[in-house]
């Protein structure tokens, strides 16, 4: 229904549906950038420092002190690059097409971003584990997203499920969907036509997060 209706209105609904894809492109892509680069130092830091070492000599567990610094950082960086941004953004767009979006969707749409950066944010600390230099803590989480399209693009020829270990097809049309991205699409009230992008980022999360706490409960210090 929202998708005929759409395209009956042609050319005019079609410039309102500017709006929120550059919304879920600026609000994906800028704000997981700006995760990245503040969670380079999140553990590398305090590994260099020696603050780790002496925080780790008390009664503290190794798993507590990395859950300490993702979960901080994800509701910090979802309230103020996400959340207050999102709810503004929905008003603007509001004034301009009044009946075209629901704040629910809107809320929905912001999940889905929240869900993007989430991703960047576990996989950058999971390299933080890792590794004692902030260069390929950084370097690989942003090579990665910087060249998102060209390498689903490269995957999706030979391997087309390969493309769902990037989120790039939350943010940016990439699947048979009408309106693309899935951010764009849930704002819009329309159903994707595949949740595997979702399902996929959860999984990845979970799995970032576990290895980094694996990882870095093998750290000597």
């Not at 953004?89 to 809107?106: D, G, M």
């Not at 929905?108 to 999971?126: D, K, Q, S």
Request: charged share 10%; net charge negative; no cysteine.
């Amino acid at each position: 229904m929202v998708i005929s209706e759409m395209k009956a209105d042609g050319v005019e609904m079609e410039g309102v549906l500017e709006l929120p894809l550059l919304y879920s492109i600026f609000g994906g892509m800028f704000v997981a950038v700006g995760v990245i680069i503040m969670m380079q130092g999140a553990i590398v830091g305090e590994k260099v420092t020696g603050t780790a070492a002496w925080v780790l000599s008390k009664p503290v567990s190794r798993g507590a002190f990395v859950v300490s610094k993702l979960i901080p950082n994800g509701i910090g960086s979802f309230v103020t690059a996400m959340l207050l941004p999102g709810v503004v953004a929905y008003f603007l767009i509001a004034q301009i097409a009044p009946e075209q979006y629901s704040f629910i969707n809107f809320l929905g749409g912001i999940g889905i971003l929240a869900l993007f950066n989430t991703y960047w944010l576990t996989l950058t600390l999971m390299m933080g584990a890792f590794f004692n230099r902030r260069g390929p803590v950084i370097g690989i989480p942003l090579a990665l997203i910087l060249g998102q399209e060209l390498i689903t693009g490269f995957v999706f020829q030979y391997a087309p499920w390969l493309h769902y270990l990037i989120p790039y097809e939350l943010i940016m049309p990439l699947g048979s969907d009408e309106y693309g991205s899935m951010v764009l699409t849930i704002i819009s009230g329309a159903s994707p036509s595949t949740w595997a992008p979702v399902f996929s980022a959860v999984i990845l999360i979970v799995v970032f997060t576990t290895i980094g706490i694996w990882r870095f409960s093998r750290e000597e210090f």
